[in-house]
Structures are given as C-alpha cells and as structure tokens.
C-alpha cells in the first residue's frame, strides 16, 4: 500500500465505510470470570474528536457491554453544566430504557445490583413526572462534556456552561501528575517504596481497584541512573 493509499488511524464514523477495521482482543469477562471477545474501533466523530468504541460480549455466561471513551489528550480546563428541567425532558426516557436493558437476566444472574438498579430508576421516573422542581447539573473535570444546543446558533436558555480550572486532587484523579511530582520523594523511592495511589476504574466492578504509582531510580544501567514509575492494580 502507497502513502497515498493509507488510511488514518481515526477515520470519520460512517456507515458507508466499507472497511471499518475493527481490531479483535480475547479479554476476561467481569462476571463469570472466562475469556470473552472485546472489540475496538477507532473512530473520529465530525467536529467532535476522536474517541475509541468498545464492545464486549461473554459467549458463556451472555453478559455485553459497549462503551466509548475519549481518544484525545484532556482539556485544560474541566466543564460545570447546569440545565433546567425542562431542558433535559427527552432525556429520562432513553436514560431509563437504557437502564433497564437487560434487567430481567441482571435479576437472575445479580439480584442485589438489579434491585439497586430498580431502586435508581423510581427516582427518575420521580424526576420525569416533575413531581418537584430540580435542576441538572455536571461537572466534568476532563473538560470532555457536551450538551447539545437545540436552538443554536441563538443562546441556549435552559443551560449554561462554565468552565473552571482543576484542583490538584483532580488531576490526580486523572491520571495527570507533573514532573515534580512525579519525581519527588513523597511519591516513593525505591530505598523507601511510599507509592501515589489513585483510582483505576474497571466498568461494572463494585470497587474500584487503586493503581500505585512510584519513582525511583534503576541502578547499574546507565551511568546517571534515569527515573521511573511502576504501575500495577490491586483491589480497593
């Protein structure tokens, strides 16, 4: 294949690709704990960004899921969104009927996260039936949140957008740590291992696992003996 002919990483989502070049991965299912199937593709969404879909189906004990995350670097700044009631009306009902896709086989198979699961569902249902006023709000300390304007290009009325600058908490949250920080010896050195933690969320895990983080220097490799950082989960 000639430059020419190569085809980006990150292509334009369509349904007219004839090619989509979905990779395959043989990963361990969540649930029953056997090998399943992941499958990735890498998309870009026009005048969005590039994102990664995921897809994970279990042939032994059924269980799916699908997601999509972000393929881009974070934002500088994190997103806060507040929108009135009525501005998310159309919402309730796909976030309902999303969630209780598949509840029949969750009540079998994991009856204390169904009724869980049930117990959310009556409170939106509440929200739908406006039974008290509220509103909606988000804080997205990635800076990748969007909420569609239905009237643009006039001002959306029923919510605002603001953007705010991470606390250090929050970028640890991230997974983004600067230089000194990183090799500071509060972070942990290999003559007195004292790694960061932070969380490393797994998709429908109860707890999340902690990822350690620590620094130090590798000895008898090179002259100046460089820094590094190991990385490893164990369970919360």
Not at 64 to 84: H, K, M, P
Not at 125 to 145: F, Q, R, V, Y
Not at 175 to 200: A, I, K, W
Request: a negative charge; glycine letters at 6%.
């Amino acid at each position: 294949m000639t430059m020419e002919e190569q085809k980006p990483v990150f292509r334009d989502l369509s349904a007219d690709d004839p090619d989509p070049e979905v990779t395959e991965v043989e990963s361990m299912c969540m649930y029953c704990h056997k090998n399943g199937m992941t499958r990735l593709l890498l998309a870009r969404i026009p005048y969005y960004k590039n994102v990664v879909i995921m897809s994970f189906s279990c042939e032994e004990c059924g269980y799916e899921n699908n997601e999509i995350q972000s393929a881009g670097a974070y934002a500088e700044l994190g997103v806060r969104s507040v929108c009135d009631h009525q501005r998310t009306k159309g919402g309730h009902s796909r976030a309902i009927a999303g969630l209780m896709q598949d509840q029949q086989k969750r009540r079998e198979q994991h009856p204390e996260s169904a009724d869980q699961l049930d117990a959310f569902v009556k409170k939106l249902e509440a929200l739908k039936a406006m039974e008290t006023p509220w509103t909606m709000k988000i804080e997205d300390i990635s800076g990748n949140c969007f909420v569609e304007n239905p009237y643009a290009p006039s001002k959306d009325l029923g919510c605002t957008r603001s953007d705010f600058k991470r606390t250090t908490d929050q970028d640890h949250q991230l997974g983004v740590f600067t230089h000194h920080e990183v090799n500071t010896p509060r972070c942990g050195e290999l003559s007195d291992p004292t790694p960061c933690m932070m969380p490393d969320p797994i998709p429908h895990m109860i707890s999340d696992p902690i990822t350690r983080i620590m620094s130090g220097s590798i000895p008898h490799i090179i002259s100046d003996p460089i820094p590094y950082m190991i990385s490893y989960p164990i369970p919360a």
